[in-house]
């Protein structure tokens, strides 16, 4: 035999010569819940390890990460149902919990990247992320309200503004708004390919948004589909977007393949809820190692052609990656 591929598998040192594709701790995202109150700092049930943290602990929990190497966070706030109403009004109170937090962080880590999240879905009644009337769930009246929630963000202090809805020419309304405010240097990640998918449970958990009625595939696409994602990227691409986003990671490694094969800017990936839990239940009982498959994950997720990969593992990653 001439070629003999198990040559360059023969050691370890040999093996990382060759080695293709690695992830890097700046390429992660790590998500992160807020909830009101002080000094508390809750874990989620069905998101060992993850917690909702007050201001003041989300604070420390970036501070420790920053020292890790993460500088990059999604915010996400659990919202108290009384504040919550059709119109998704609590999204851009410039007082509230997610507001304030923005503001914090960046008074105290201006050096870290925040990417907030434009969806009405955590303030909404509904439980949609959209504007329902009569059962349906309504396109161009709640971009409105995407476009006001996004310029409020940017206002203070985020980075990037992350439109999760799957309303269509949310982009282009955004970046308008955006630009028109003088925030021409805020970018936008857009969730271009958002599934309407099994694996968000956990995180609807965490945020108590689940909708009260009804689900999201009037929005959110079909799973079986895979030329759509074409169709959505190629919209997000025109108006505006700076990355473009597939949720879920793991179901749709052949998606992200696709987008990146097409754009020629940053794929984004969402390692969500229920791909965490998976792994950390399936360790917890013995069934796999842990860190060997969390590493594995990340890893078939920047192969496939994430640049940018938001993952609740990112603290444990860096803290592994730090350990070797």
């Not at 093996?15 to 390429?27: A, C, F, I, N, Y």
């Not at 839990?277 to 994950?297: C, L, P, R, T």
Request: proline share 4%; aromatic share 10%; hydrophobic share 40%.
């Amino acid at each position: 035999m001439i070629h003999r591929p198990r040559r360059n598998r023969k050691s370890g040192a040999v093996r990382g010569l060759v080695q293709e594709t690695s992830v890097s701790v700046s390429d992660l995202i790590f998500p992160l819940f807020l909830t009101e109150g002080k000094n508390t700092k809750t874990e989620i049930k069905s998101m060992p390890g993850t917690y909702r943290f007050t201001v003041d602990n989300l604070l420390k929990e970036i501070d420790a990460c920053m020292n890790l190497g993460v500088h990059s966070f999604a915010l996400f706030p659990n919202i108290a149902e009384a504040l919550k109403d059709k119109y998704a009004v609590e999204s851009y109170n410039e007082k509230g919990l997610y507001l304030r937090a923005i503001r914090e962080i960046k008074k105290e880590f201006p050096e870290s990247c925040i990417i907030s999240d434009v969806a009405m879905d955590p303030y909404s009644s509904d439980g949609h992320d959209g504007i329902v009337e009569n059962g349906e769930i309504l396109n161009d009246e709640t971009l409105e309200v995407l476009g006001q929630m996004a310029l409020v963000q940017a206002q203070s202090g985020s980075d990037i503004v992350a439109p999760s809805d799957m309303m269509d020419g949310r982009v282009g309304f955004i970046r308008d708004i955006l630009d028109d405010g003088g925030f021409t240097k805020v970018s936008i990640m857009a969730y271009t390919a958002k599934y309407a998918s099994a694996f968000y449970g956990p995180f609807r958990d965490a945020l108590e948004s689940a909708p009260k009625f009804g689900d999201k595939k009037t929005y959110q696409m079909d799973p079986a589909n895979q030329r759509e994602a074409l169709i959505e990227a190629e919209l997000d691409y025109s108006e505006g977007a700076d990355f473009l986003m597939v949720k879920p990671a793991l179901p749709y490694l052949d998606v992200i393949k696709l987008l990146k094969d097409n754009f020629d800017i940053p794929i984004a990936a969402f390692n969500v809820s229920g791909e965490y839990a998976m792994v950390k239940a399936a360790a917890a009982n013995g069934w796999i190692d842990g860190d060997k498959a969390m590493v594995e994950s990340l890893t078939s997720i920047k192969r496939a052609g994430a640049k940018v990969i938001l993952t609740y593992f990112a603290k444990e990653y860096a803290t592994y990656i730090r350990s070797k």
